[in-house]
């Protein structure tokens, strides 16, 4: 079965600092990877979708930068953490369903962010 | 722009009661809508409709899509306290070539009390 990990699970960062979270992957093989966040009182936003290694979308722009260095690996970054980076971010994957034609998407746990 | 808007935002109710949840959508492209619940952490998924007028159905909850009236319903029946959630719809949007993408509602929060 497949399983998505993140982490870490909660960080508190300074503004001006760097971030990095971490997305993986297991019992799937070239899943598409999702970068949400959630603020608080808010839907959630996607930030970035990737469809396989290296390629990435961005949907909103901002401070934030997405990789995927490996198939089942997505990491989120930033060089310089704001005030509004605050929030609750999350991984998710989807793989096509072939009965419909269709994704189903699978949420990691989330990573809840804090910048001070 | 794609637009998906949830109703009501917040619900308090007692154990056995049966809540409605409602949401809409303006989406170009549109292939699915899912339903989602959030307690504190990650959305479980919940439901994928994809068809009109087929109720989808899970325990005490279900579900139903009108693609003419572009909306969707989620209904619990003999609410339990664990039932408190946000209850999250997205609306998954056809991108061709690319990964599907979905937009979300910004969730209704229900609350069950004994």
């Known amino acids: 079965s497949q399983t998505i990990h993140q982490w870490p699970a909660t960080l508190v960062q300074p503004v001006g600092s760097p971030l990095s979270l971490e997305c993986t992957v297991e019992?799937?093989?070239?899943?598409?990877l999702y970068w949400y966040r959630q603020a608080a009182g808010r839907g959630l936003q996607l930030l970035f979708y990737?469809?396989?290694?290296?390629?990435i979308s961005s949907e909103v722009p901002q401070n934030l930068s997405a990789s995927r260095p490996q198939d089942r690996q997505f990491i989120l970054s930033s060089k310089k953490l704001l005030l509004s980076d605050s929030g609750f971010y999350l991984c998710?994957?989807?793989?096509?369903?072939?009965?419909?034609?269709?994704?189903?998407?699978?949420f990691g746990p989330g990573t809840r962010l804090t910048v001070t | 722009e794609d637009k998906v808007v949830q109703s009501p935002l917040s619900l308090v109710v007692h154990e056995g009661d049966t809540v409605t949840l409602n949401c809409s959508y303006e989406?170009?492209?549109?292939?699915?809508l899912l339903w989602y619940k959030q307690e504190k952490k990650a959305p479980t998924f919940l439901f994928m409709l994809?068809?009109?007028?087929i109720e989808k159905k899970s325990g005490r909850l279900s579900s139903i899509l009108d693609k003419k009236e572009l909306f969707s319903i989620l209904n619990i029946t003999a609410t339990q306290t664990g039932d408190s959630a946000v209850y999250l719809c997205?609306?998954?949007?056809?991108?061709?070539?690319?990964?599907?993408?979905?937009?979300f509602g910004t969730g209704t929060r229900l609350q069950v009390m004994l």
């Open positions: 998710a994957w989807s793989i096509l369903r072939v009965r419909d034609f269709s994704y189903e998407q699978y």
């Open positions: 994809t068809s009109s007028g």
């Open positions: 019992g799937t093989s070239n899943p598409n």
């Open positions: 989406v170009t492209n549109f292939r699915s």
């Open positions: 997205a609306v998954e949007i056809i991108n061709t070539g690319t990964a599907s993408k979905l937009t």
């Open positions: 990737s469809i396989g290694i290296d390629q």
